[in-house]
């Protein structure tokens, strides 16, 4: 089991962390490279992380809260072990070595994966960056503010949020926002439900299909089981089927496949496939068919709406 030891202070010790391949995996859309590390902020705390070998330099934060939200505490030997009889996945895993689902903040998570459809990574980054220039609380220590409350975005108007780049968008955070606002709809009651209840509720809200649904599911509230299923996952759990299927069809699939950390094992098999480096099962003769990467090296490509 990955261990965490805490060491003097502004250091953390962790045998098993990727900074890079964890900020840059598509989870979060804010943190900005800076001093040969990142600068952002964790709900409003500005923090500055970066790494040298098993060491995390840190400032503006407790060990222990830097160690909440990076899940320090996974046990990702565990979690590779799952998916030991699955040869590719298993593969993939011991690539991605490092690399940690987050535990995002619930409110910022819901926001900002709003944002996402149809929309690329850096898309959905400069989305986000600028909600928070225009209505986040600026904090010291950081150049990245803070992501707005609902309260500062259910104040604002449809037309107001699309000059943030937002587009049809706007109109689903707007109305979202107000609910959470109103308190109609609270973001923190869905950590006592089931997985399947809390996928429900947030499907409720406006802006917010099965897909996103599982993204918040995963990225924030640690339902490690929970399967996104875009057209790029779509592609890599098809190549093990026999038949077509729906996203739903393969969300439940991938599932049973990849086993009780199956939201972990697709991000990895997600990362070795847009870096080209994921053999999967070839179809109808198509050689290298579902090698592409839809991005950059550093983007997740496009996050589309199931």
């Not at 250091?11 to 964890?22: D, G, H, S």
């Not at 010291?140 to 104040?155: H, M, N, Q």
């Not at 439900?193 to 599911?217: D, F, H, Q, W």
Request: with cysteine; charged share 25%; proline share 5%.
């Amino acid at each position: 089991m990955s261990k965490t030891i805490a060491v003097p202070e502004g250091t953390l010790v962790c045998a098993e962390f990727n900074l890079r391949m964890t900020l840059e995996s598509g989870q979060t859309f804010h943190w900005t490279e800076s001093e040969g590390g990142y600068t952002g902020c964790i709900g409003k705390t500005a923090v500055f992380v970066r790494q040298e070998g098993d060491l995390l330099h840190y400032r503006g934060i407790t060990p222990e809260e830097l160690s909440h939200y990076f899940a320090l505490d996974h046990d990702l030997e565990a979690i590779r072990a799952s998916c030991a009889g699955h040869a590719v996945s298993h593969e993939s895993a011991l690539a991605c070595r490092g690399l940690r689902i987050m535990r995002q903040p619930h409110w910022e998570c819901i926001a900002t994966f709003i944002l996402s459809p149809m929309k690329q990574v850096a898309h959905i980054r400069q989305m986000s960056l600028a909600l928070r220039e225009a209505y986040g609380r600026k904090l010291r220590g950081t150049s990245v503010p803070a992501f707005p409350d609902p309260k500062a975005l259910a104040e604002t108007s449809e037309r107001d949020l699309r000059l943030c780049g937002l587009g049809f968008r706007a109109k689903s955070l707007l109305s979202t926002a107000r609910l959470v606002a109103s308190g109609e709809f609270d973001p923190e009651s869905l950590i006592t439900l089931s997985t399947e209840m809390a996928r429900k509720e947030l499907c409720t809200l406006p802006g917010i299909g099965r897909k996103v649904a599982n993204c918040i599911l995963l990225f924030s509230y640690e339902r490690l089981e929970a399967v996104p299923v875009d057209v790029w996952i779509a592609r890599i759990l098809g190549s093990f089927r026999s038949r077509k299927a729906t996203p739903e069809q393969l969300e439940r699939y991938g599932g049973k496949l990849l086993g009780p950390y199956a939201g972990y094992i697709q991000q990895y098999l997600f990362h070795r496939a847009r870096t080209g480096k994921l053999d999967l099962p070839q179809k109808h003769g198509r050689a290298g068919a579902h090698r592409h990467s839809r991005s950059t090296p550093r983007s997740r490509g496009k996050i589309l709406e199931s």
